[in-house]
């Protein structure tokens, strides 16, 4: 059985290639931080061997690649590579992750990356299990969707723009902001404690907090705008 907490699901095609220094491999996906930390976060490729390789030792090295004729460098930290020869063609098929994006070596107290299927909704298991990993905040399953919800709406989660074959999203690991969004839940009666074997996500909208509620008696919680409850980019 696939563990959905680990398991990426990303929707791999070709978009362009990946390049440097005259050596190209077709890129087929990748996400970017351009507004946080400023680097590569996902990125998968296919290509001749030698190819594959020189963009993968390129970035980790910290040189500049090229994608799409845009330049982009690593994101400190270290990375997660596999790479598996492809039977039918004998190409190389190269995936990179940020080891903020991959739950076993996601480092307490950092911000990291949620990353799903471009066309699925929000991974809410895999998105509060890197929660518990990367902050202190007590946690419970059932409030993995209404959590994801307030943090779209006080940018403690933002959805990177520089992504292809896969949608991410930036995370926040500080912890009293999400403490005060536990907090305010608690005392709306919109999470609770009770704990079940089989503890499911709420699916009703109505379930979330509104701004309002996140406002009043928050002060450390700064107001933003709202995010349409049904937007598929969540």
């Not at 001749?48 to 030792?57: E, I, L, N």
């Amino acid at each position: 059985m696939t563990d959905s907490k680990n398991a990426l699901a990303v929707s791999p095609g070709i978009f362009g290639s990946a390049s440097f220094k005259g050596l190209r491999a077709y890129c087929t996906g990748y996400a970017v931080d351009t507004e946080h930390s400023s680097g590569v976060v996902y990125l998968s490729l296919i290509g001749y061997r030698a190819a594959v390789r020189a963009v993968w030792a390129a970035l980790l090295d910290g040189d500049a690649i090229e994608i799409g004729r845009q330049e982009f460098r690593r994101l400190d930290g270290a990375y997660v590579t596999r790479t598996v020869r492809l039977p039918e063609n004998g190409a190389d098929h190269l995936v990179m992750l940020h080891q903020q994006a991959a739950l076993p070596n996601l480092a307490v107290g950092q911000e990291f990356y949620v990353l799903n299927d471009a066309g699925k909704v929000p991974p809410y298991e895999r998105f509060l299990a890197m929660l518990d990993r990367a902050t202190s905040a007590p946690l419970l399953p059932q409030w993995a969707r209404l959590l994801w919800e307030n943090g779209r709406r006080n940018k403690l989660v933002e959805p990177l723009d520089a992504t292809r074959g896969a949608k991410c999203w930036w995370v926040s690991a500080d912890d009293e902001m999400w403490l005060a969004l536990i907090q305010k839940g608690l005392a709306r009666k919109k999470l609770s404690l009770t704990v079940s074997p089989r503890a499911e996500t709420p699916e009703a909208p109505d379930a979330l907090l509104t701004q309002e509620q996140l406002d009043e008696s928050t002060p450390d919680i700064a107001a933003t705008d709202d995010v349409p409850r049904n937007e598929e980019q969540n």
